[in-house]
């Protein structure tokens, strides 16, 4: 098991949360992204990405994503995906 130090990343576990709670679930920045090859629901990225199992599609997605920011621009409510990838890279580099 890979053994990341979460105080590394540039936000913390909290303010993930935080952002993912304050996420209206538009999908803005999933239709944005050019890693997305299958479907996923911002639910389901936004659950996943702080608890629980990692489904196929969502691990998928986390291994594809290259922290490009397209996701950032189209949200509605000015969150920063790309900082919640971040932490779901790090559970499923934790889970593997």
């Given at each position: ?6 105080v590394?990343?540039h936000?913390?576990g909290?303010?993930?949360?935080q952002?993912i ?24 990225l936004?659950?996943?990405t ?6 196929g599609?969502?691990a998928?997605?986390a ?6 920011g ?6 509605p409510?000015?969150l920063?995906r ?10 499923l580099?934790?889970?593997?």
């Amino acid at each position: 098991m890979v053994k990341v130090n979460p105080v590394l990343l540039h936000k913390t576990g909290s303010q993930v949360r935080q952002e993912i709670r304050a996420c209206i679930g538009c999908s803005e920045c999933i239709q944005a992204c050019p890693a997305v090859a299958e479907p996923i629901t911002i639910d389901m990225l936004n659950r996943e990405t702080v608890s629980g199992e990692i489904s196929g599609p969502v691990a998928r997605f986390a291994r594809s994503c290259y922290q490009c920011g397209a996701c950032v621009p189209p949200c509605p409510v000015g969150l920063h995906r790309e900082a919640m990838m971040m932490w779901l890279k790090v559970r499923l580099l934790s889970t593997e």
